[in-house]
Nanobody
Framework: QVQLVESGGGLVQAGGSLRLSCASSGRTFSSYAMGWFRQPPGQERDVVAA????????IYADSVKGRFTISRDNAKNTVYLQMNSLKPEDTAVYYC??????????????????????WGQGTQVTVSS
């Protein structure tokens, strides 16, 4: 079992930046593709970014390309989401997720079902206009 704990959310003005962190328990963190999802108020949860188990590949939703960067530090069992040029429409609860299937590429996060991922509890990001 993998436990994920997000941090770094908060209130920021439009145009600002935040960095989210997701710390994982267990010794197998480096074996999992990781991703970030978000759920705006009243909407479904959607994938934002994903990174392969090696950290060598990453993909992004079109809405965040060029503004968000996902990275991982396997020595610290942590994945990050650097969010720049934030917009009010980025307001959401952000969730970290790990692919239950080990050694996956970043695409596996985009195609996995909800039950195929380990989930964190989420962190709120609010962008004011």
């Amino acid at each position: 079992q993998v436990q994920l704990v997000e941090s770094g959310g908060g209130l920021v003005q439009a145009g600002g930046s935040l960095r989210l962190s997701c710390a994982s328990s267990g010794r197998t963190f480096s074996s999992y593709a990781m991703g970030w999802f978000r759920q705006p108020p009243g909407q479904e949860r959607d994938v934002v970014a994903a990174i392969s188990w090696t950290g060598g590949g990453s993909i992004y939703a079109d809405s965040v390309k060029g503004r968000f960067t996902i990275s991982r530090d396997n020595a610290k069992n942590t994945v990050y989401l650097q969010m720049n040029s934030l917009k009010p429409e980025d307001t959401a609860v952000y969730y970290c997720a790990a692919d239950k299937n080990t050694f996956g590429g970043s695409r596996s996060i985009f195609t996995a079902s909800s039950l195929g991922l380990y989930w964190g509890q989420g962190t709120q990001v609010t962008v004011s206009s």
